[in-house]
């Protein structure tokens, strides 16, 4: 395969509810995204990473410059050298930029989505995938009172999701997470921190005990893999990592350690979907159930998401929600919840279309084209 130019977009799609996390509210989702042109036909890529550096050191714009200034220079003089520029082969190429993972996951998902698309094959197929739908959970944000909350909640439930998450801080956690316990009877439930506490929060903690939850996500800063070993010491609660799990080298040492008895994948977070199997595959190996988490995709990246949750590995439901959990219309065909899955995308390639005019319409800047 060929890389002929690499086309970088940028739009902006409305919420339909504010998402608040201990690091902010978002309002709208402003997206890169990546369409690959080949010989072999196109490819899309949606970069996950968020408007600010708030959740991770990566930000859109961030990103922009990286894949325009380093990674798609890169890979279009590789490929006219020669190289055939298939997924595979981009991990060489994108070696010698440090870090920068969801900037290489997005260009990486585009020249999978051109090969596979290409070669009549899924990405379900490609990647290793062994159902055919995926049960689905939602996050669910900080709200601005206890009532609304609820009220939000029982919207979900309604709706069919198969686990709730709750996303927590210092002031949002022991009573939030215990009325909504109350309120979903034995529905299975979770709490994501980002990050908000430290060290001499275990005990405050330990208290989530109470709540038979499945797992409490990244409450540590994520280069602090050692007070997640004390935590898990410390609490019956399984400890679960997202932001720290950059790899599968991390992944598999986290886990050794006793940092993490579960993982969050994140395709974007390890720099890419093969990767990602990686990770899937070291925890696998170890016993260690891993779920697919989420970034607020559009459908592209969330027909890649669900792709990736159908591998055996992913015991535990993931955020891959419905379309409709963020977006009145969707960049693609949309995600329908079903009996609380979502099923597995079967055409070529991602499976579904992104719709052109709405690229258009929801356009921030002018497309640029690299290459050609
Ligand atoms: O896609 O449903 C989704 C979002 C799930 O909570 C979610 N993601 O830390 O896991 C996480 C967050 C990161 C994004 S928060 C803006
Ligand atoms: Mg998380």
Same mark, same amino acid.
């Given at each position: 395969?060929?890389?002929?130019?690499?086309?970088?977009?940028?739009?902006?799609?409305?919420?339909?509810?504010?998402?608040?996390?201990?690091?902010?509210?978002?309002?709208?989702?402003?997206?890169?995204?990546?369409?690959?042109?080949?010989?072999? @036909?196109?490819?899309?890529?949606?970069? #996950?990473?968020? !408007?600010?550096?708030?959740?991770?050191?990566?930000?859109?714009?961030?990103?922009?410059?990286?894949?325009?200034?380093?990674?798609?220079?890169?890979?279009?003089?590789?490929?006219?050298?020669?190289?055939?520029?298939?997924?595979?082969?981009?991990?060489? #190429?994108?070696?010698?930029?440090?870090? +920068?993972?969801?900037?290489?996951?997005?260009?990486?998902?585009?020249?999978?989505?051109?090969?596979?698309?290409?070669?009549?094959?899924?990405?379900?197929?490609?990647?290793?995938?062994?159902?055919?739908?995926?049960?689905?959970?939602?996050?669910?944000?900080?709200?601005?009172?206890?009532?609304?909350?609820?009220?939000?909640?029982?919207?979900?439930?309604?709706?069919?999701?198969?686990?709730? *998450?709750? *996303?927590? *801080?210092? @002031?949002?956690?022991?009573?939030?997470?215990?009325?909504?316990?109350?309120?979903?009877?034995?529905?299975?439930?979770?709490?994501?921190?980002?990050?908000?506490?430290?060290?001499? =929060?275990?005990? +405050?903690?330990?208290?989530?005990?109470?709540?038979?939850?499945?797992?409490?996500?990244?409450?540590?800063?994520?280069?602090?893999?050692?007070? +997640?070993?004390?935590?898990?010491?410390?609490?019956?609660?399984?400890?679960?990592? $997202? &932001?720290?799990?950059?790899?599968?080298?991390?992944?598999? =040492?986290?886990?050794?350690?006793?940092?993490?008895?579960?993982?969050?994948? *994140?395709?974007?977070?390890?720099?890419?979907?093969?990767?990602?199997?990686?990770?899937?595959?070291?925890?696998?190996?170890?016993?260690?159930?891993?779920?697919?988490?989420?970034?607020? &995709?559009?459908?592209?990246?969330?027909?890649?998401?669900?792709?990736?949750?159908? /591998?055996?590995?992913?015991?535990?439901?993931? $955020?891959?929600?419905?379309?409709?959990?963020?977006?009145?219309?969707?960049?693609?065909?949309?995600?329908? /919840?079903?009996?609380?899955?979502?099923?597995?995308?079967?055409?070529?390639?991602?499976?579904?279309?992104?719709?052109?005019?709405?690229?258009?319409?929801? !356009?921030?800047?002018?497309?640029?084209?690299? @290459?050609?």
């Amino acid at each position: 395969m060929r890389v002929e130019a690499v086309e970088l977009h940028r739009i902006s799609m409305p919420l339909v509810r504010p998402f608040a996390t201990s690091f902010g509210s978002q309002t709208a989702r402003d997206i890169l995204l990546l369409r690959v042109r080949t010989d072999v @036909g196109d490819g899309w890529g949606e970069c #996950v990473a968020m !408007a600010d550096p708030v959740y991770s050191s990566e930000y859109v714009e961030g990103c922009a410059a990286v894949l325009r200034d380093y990674l798609v220079p890169a890979l279009l003089r590789a490929s006219s050298a020669g190289t055939d520029a298939t997924a595979d082969s981009f991990a060489g #190429v994108a070696r010698f930029v440090v870090g +920068h993972r969801m900037a290489k996951a997005a260009l990486e998902t585009a020249l999978l989505d051109a090969e596979t698309r290409a070669a009549g094959q899924s990405f379900a197929s490609r990647l290793g995938a062994t159902r055919e739908a995926v049960d689905c959970g939602v996050s669910v944000g900080i709200a601005p009172d206890l009532d609304g909350l609820l009220a939000e909640v029982s919207g979900y439930v309604e709706a069919g999701y198969r686990r709730i *998450k709750l *996303k927590i *801080k210092p @002031g949002w956690d022991l009573e939030p997470v215990a009325r909504v316990r109350e309120l979903i009877g034995e529905l299975p439930l979770q709490v994501d921190a980002n990050t908000a506490y430290s060290r001499d =929060d275990i005990d +405050h903690l330990r208290a989530l005990d109470a709540f038979d939850l499945l797992l409490i996500e990244q409450p540590f800063v994520e280069e602090d893999i050692a007070s +997640h070993v004390a935590l898990s010491r410390a609490i019956a609660t399984p400890v679960c990592l $997202d &932001e720290s799990i950059t790899d599968a080298v991390v992944a598999a =040492d986290a886990i050794d350690r006793g940092a993490t008895s579960v993982v969050n994948i *994140k395709a974007g977070r390890v720099g890419g979907y093969l990767e990602a199997v990686r990770v899937h595959d070291v925890a696998r190996s170890r016993g260690v159930p891993v779920w697919c988490g989420g970034m607020l &995709e559009t459908g592209l990246g969330r027909a890649a998401n669900v792709a990736l949750a159908a /591998l055996p590995g992913f015991t535990l439901p993931g $955020d891959t929600s419905a379309s409709d959990r963020y977006f009145a219309e969707d960049l693609t065909e949309p995600f329908v /919840l079903v009996d609380g899955r979502l099923p597995v995308p079967t055409g070529a390639g991602s499976g579904v279309t992104v719709r052109d005019d709405l690229v258009a319409a929801w !356009a921030t800047r002018p497309p640029e084209t690299l @290459g050609a």
